[in-house]
């Protein structure tokens, strides 16, 4: 059973401070991604990563960024959280190959508001 | 640009009918598709998905057809069950190893 975890499910920031957001999974994916859910918006990709120390970036990127130092672990950095950045911040994972890539699995998610 | 539309923010359904959830996509490259479902507070979890080679698939009480020429997908639910009550999500690719796009979703209310 594919297991994607986060760090935390809630959290409260001030403005300008730095916030790491942690995200593990169990299943030996090569893939992993961060979104974040906002109303009216859907899912936003952040960044991706498909390997170990490789990363790419998503539709939103700016004001993040992004850390794949061991395959199971993804973190995603605000270097300086802003009141715009509050959301809820969704983790995923998935297998490289063609067909089984698609089908993501997501974590939890954490709710994330700065002050 | 959207590239993959949900043009229903949302939708009610009196439980047991059926529920239709509809999704329009732009980009001729797609040839995968999914649905994801969303309980609040949780992520979405993988529904179904149809290929491109095909026009329907079905699982259980959910279908998902799909209409090339007009690039549009649809997701039926028969009958639905008052947990159905979710976000759902559509989402494309193509392949390779791009990731998934998806719609801004439709939050579905199944009424007892």
């Known amino acids: 059973d594919v297991k994607v975890t986060q760090s935390s499910r809630y959290l409260v920031k001030r403005t300008g401070e730095k916030v790491f957001l942690e995200c593990v999974q169990d299943?030996?994916?090569?893939?992993m991604f961060w979104y974040r859910q906002d109303p009216g918006l859907g899912l936003r990709l952040i960044y991706f990563?498909?390997?170990?120390?490789?990363?790419e970036k998503g539709d939103i990127p700016e004001g993040y960024s992004v850390s794949r130092e061991k395959k199971e672990r993804f973190s995603l950095i605000l270097e300086s959280a802003s009141t715009n950045q509050t959301s809820m911040y969704l983790c995923?994972?998935?297998?490289?190959?063609?067909?089984?890539?698609?089908?993501?699995?997501f974590g939890p998610g954490t709710r994330l508001l700065v002050l | 640009d959207q590239q993959v539309k949900q043009n229903s923010p949302s939708l009610s359904v009196q439980e047991g009918r059926i529920s239709i959830l509809n999704c329009d996509y732009t980009?001729?490259?797609?040839?995968?598709f999914l649905w994801y479902k969303k309980y609040p507070a949780e992520g979405p979890t993988f529904l179904i998905s149809?290929?491109?080679?095909?026009d329907k698939n079905e699982d259980g009480r959910f279908t998902v057809f799909l209409n090339k020429s007009a690039k549009h997908l649809s997701l039926h639910i028969v009958p639905s069950q008052p947990g159905d009550s979710a976000v759902y999500f559509c989402?494309?690719?193509?392949?390779?190893?791009?990731?998934?796009?998806f719609g801004k979703g439709t939050r579905l209310s199944v009424i007892a």
């Open positions: 995923a994972s998935s297998l490289p190959h063609r067909r089984a890539q698609e089908t993501q699995y």
């Open positions: 299943m030996d994916h090569e893939n």
């Open positions: 990563s498909y390997d170990v120390k490789m990363k």
């Open positions: 980009n001729s490259m797609f040839d995968y």
């Open positions: 149809i290929s491109s080679i095909k």
């Open positions: 989402a494309a690719t193509n392949s390779g190893n791009t990731p998934l796009v």
